[in-house]
């Protein structure tokens, strides 16, 4: 009698219970979107800034970008947000993912606070990111670039990447005095969408800058959607975005390509090459050069010539031959290069 009690209040309480873990489950398993992630860390990084002098809009662009606004499998299974890897000097916990090479080791955290206050201490404490503090607070394209060019990332466009980040979000705000507050009153681009605020932002009808000072994002437009991808085009080239996780065998099957002409119209000659959250992936061959106005480019720190051509829509080969370019050539900030 008495095992038979016990036996149905068991079976009471689990029951009881479904519901509620059925719900659980569903808010741990939806997506966070950029804005329910800026709002939810945006005080740690204005925290860091104050303390360390890093441009919040920095610290949140990156986590943003590293850890796909907090649902990448890094960050999930480890808070990682910013895709610090172990090191020699590192006695914390540790995860192991594939990331340049398989299985390699990453930083593991208890909290996602943890993450961001390591992310500060390892900019801070890593001599060859020295010459970034020279950059204020609030000068966030100087502290983009010199990220790339001391070299926190391999991706050749991580510093336009950061850029358009920010200032798609208008994180830039939470760098002035005062910046959660005046961030709070924003207008908010979008419902929380990162695709909508990207295109929304997009123009077709700027004129190219004769002085060279063009920028290629203002001839950014949404043409169309296709299988849960914004189709984009510039310099009448049609590209996407890639998400998180994304393969080029996987966008091979959604817009019925092969990875191998995948590569080839993205300029990569490693046929092992897969793309980043975020990167632009072009689905058509790029042209020789830009039909725009402008004939020149104004090079920033960090930018290669692959990254220019990505930004453009311009084959590389084609920008080093109408600049008689090495395919190894260094950019130096405020060269000139021709662009057609």
């Known amino acids: 009698m008495n095992i038979s009690i016990k036996a149905s209040l068991l079976a009471a309480i689990l029951l009881a219970a479904l519901p509620a873990a059925a719900q659980t489950n569903g808010r741990k398993g939806a997506r966070m979107t950029r804005e329910e992630y800026i709002d939810r860390y945006k005080s740690i990084a204005v925290d860091q800034m104050e303390r360390y002098g890093i441009p919040a809009s920095i610290t949140m662009a990156q986590g943003i970008l590293e850890s796909d606004s907090g649902n990448s499998t890094l960050s999930r299974s480890s808070n990682n947000h910013f895709g610090i890897k172990c090191k020699k000097n590192w006695t914390g916990d540790r995860v192991y993912h594939d990331d340049d090479a398989k299985g390699e080791c990453f930083r593991a955290y208890p909290s996602v606070e943890a993450s961001y206050h390591d992310h500060a201490e390892f900019l ?49 705000l939470l760098d002035k005095p005062d910046g959660k507050r005046l961030y709070a009153s924003r207008k908010p681009a979008s419902a929380g969408d990162p695709d909508a605020s990207f295109s929304e932002q997009s ?39 890639a998400k998180e996780g994304d393969t080029f065998e996987h966008l091979g099957e959604v817009f019925r390509l092969s990875a191998r002409n995948l590569r080839k119209f993205n300029d990569l000659k490693d046929k092992r090459a897969q793309p980043m959250p975020g990167e632009v ?23 290669t010539v692959y990254a220019v051509g990505q930004s453009y829509g311009i084959r590389t080969a084609s920008i080093e031959k109408l600049n008689r370019l090495r395919s190894d050539a260094v950019l130096r900030p405020g060269e000139e290069i021709r662009i057609r």
């Open 124 to 172: 801070d404490s890593q001599p060859r990111y020295d010459s970034l503090f020279v950059y204020a607070s609030d000068d966030y394209r100087s502290w983009a670039r010199g990220l790339k060019a001391a070299g926190y990332a391999t991706a050749p466009d991580y510093a336009q990447r950061l850029i358009r980040i920010i200032e798609e979000c208008e994180l830039h």
């Open 203 to 241: 123009s077709v009808t700027a004129a190219g800058d004769a002085t060279g000072l063009v920028d290629p994002d203002d001839y950014r437009v949404t043409i169309n959607a296709h299988r849960g991808y914004n189709v984009y085009l510039t310099n009448g080239v049609h590209y996407v975005l």
């Open 281 to 303: 992936v072009y689905i058509e061959r790029k042209k020789k050069r830009w039909e725009g106005n402008a004939r020149h480019h104004i090079c920033r720190q960090g930018e």
